[in-house]
């Protein structure tokens, strides 16, 4: 299907859902990020080197919403790690679509992350690739890949990206 | 007013109103910074804490026009400070409204710093947290509040964000 | 010409174009990169001094496609530098025109760079001034500046940004 099936409200749209998703995050309304995704999904935060050649471990890997949840759940009362602030930049999405249902979605995102000596950092860089389908009426992430760059993480990656 | 309140014609002029509010700063046109916003209005860059707690100290606070005025002569003939280039970054606006005549917008910002090293910093990232009205049928901050995560800042805040 | 020339259309158009130019070099698809031009074309990659007062150098000139073609022939066979991953960040496209053919956008950008040791660093944050025309039908860059803030340049500056 050529990119005409891209229509300016559905561009609009799916803007509107990368914008919403990472003000979710950085607002720290993290119960709220399963709802970003259908509930047969898959989410991964995985390095550049692996996707390129294939390897499949990833640094965060859910394949339902109920993983999703249980991933804040554990980051709201198991894990211990430094108390931190995110703040995503993102640009440029490119979409596509071969059937005017599954649309296809690459853009670059860029995490900065400020701790307590309040400097903020460039903490990790990459690209979204993204599977977005409508859900009972609504853009959901049946897959979203955070492919990353910046493959020496320096705290441990709790929050997702 | 639910959110198909905001047209694209809307949305795109919202855009443009904040792109353009960059573009003037980075440009260094800061006499033309006060046209951005109404007469009676509000600007402020406050640390986030300050701002989640409800504490009122900010780093930059004026609260008309006159007074966004008078800081950019300050800038100019008063203060004394390193010479430095701003470049922002903008992304993920999420625009909302209550009555269809005032617009919530909330949008993420990261600010690079470029001295005379010839380095580029992370110098401030945030969020910007806008009210824009139409004065005289032109789109215009009616309060804008830069709440910034980086709460250790390197160098005389003079230029706004 | 005022601005109402520039339909939401033709708006989302040139973002496309300014979106899938990043993509295609954080992709290392740059034997792609010269389609983004005219045959007839300018691109530089110049510091803000030299361009502030209208000196001519230029880390990178290229006046036609032809030698685009060779920028990346040299790129891929003969120069020798670091092995190093790109990641764009564009933001605040502003577009003008006088005439209705020839389209100025001037956007923001940040160049973060991650080498084997894989941290990623801030390492060309500057403005795009370009003009855009239609070329057989598909928008295209006759002109394209990068005028960077970073002059302190850290490694071989090879790849275009």
Redesign the interface.
Known sequence: MPNNAIT??L??EIE?L???Y??CI?DDDLENWPNFFTDQCLYQIIP?ENHEIGLPTAVMWCDSRGMLEDRITALRHANVYQVQ?Y????????ITTDDGETFHV?S???V?K?CN??????Y????YVDEIVRDKGVLKFKKRSAIY????ITTLLVIPV
């Open positions: 300016l409200e561009k609009s509107d990368l914008n919403s990472v003000q950085d550049r602030w703040r995503h930049i993102i640009s440029n999405p490119v690459q670059n995102y860029a900065f400020t000596d309040g400097e903020s950092t460039v990790n860089v990459g690209r760059d910046t493959h020496r």
